[in-house]
Every structure is written in C-alpha cells, then in structure tokens.
C-alpha cells in the first residue's frame, strides 16, 4: 500500500474517532464537525508523523523521476541524446 494512501486513511480514521467522541456531547452538529476536524488535524500532526515523512519522500522520489524524464525528452526533442547500442545516428 503506497504511504499516501496509508496517511489518507489515518487521516480520515482519527477524523471518525474524534467525532464519534465528540457526537455523545449535546452541541450544535456543525460546532461537533469543526472541533473534529480541528483536533483531528492537530492528533495527526503528532501521532502520523511516520507516515507523513514516508509519503513526503515517496512524492520527492516521484518528482525526481518525472524531473529526469522531462530533462530526458527535452534533450531528446533537441537532438542531443545519445544513440543506444545498436542505433546508428545518421549526419
């Protein structure tokens, strides 16, 4: 499972537990929404720091790799690739 979808969950997961606290407390529905959202947020802040540097290095790895690809094609586009093995680049 990508580390994104591992931090999205948790996210989503300690957003249900905090409001499922908060829905045995007589307050406005909304108010119990935002106050969910808020501590759930700053819960996550702490409790998935893991998960959020795993998915943060798998997106740096990620855009590396289409940084290389684009700087691949352009150089490509531009004439100035190199032949593989077995290509023979024609003057």
Do not use: C
Not at 21 to 30: E, T
Not at 36 to 62: I, P
Request: aromatic share 8%.
């Amino acid at each position: 499972m990508s580390a994104a979808v591992k931090y999205t969950l948790g996210r989503i997961g300690l957003f249900v537990a905090v409001l499922a606290a908060l829905w045995l407390i007589d307050m406005n529905p909304f108010l119990k929404l935002m106050l969910a959202l808020v501590f759930s947020a700053a819960l996550s802040f702490f409790l998935l720091k893991g998960w959020r540097d795993e998915m943060a290095e798998e997106m740096a790895g990620a855009a590396e790799r289409r940084r290389a690809e684009k700087e691949r094609l352009r150089s490509a586009l531009a004439g100035e690739d190199q032949p593989g093995e077995g290509e023979r680049r024609e003057p």
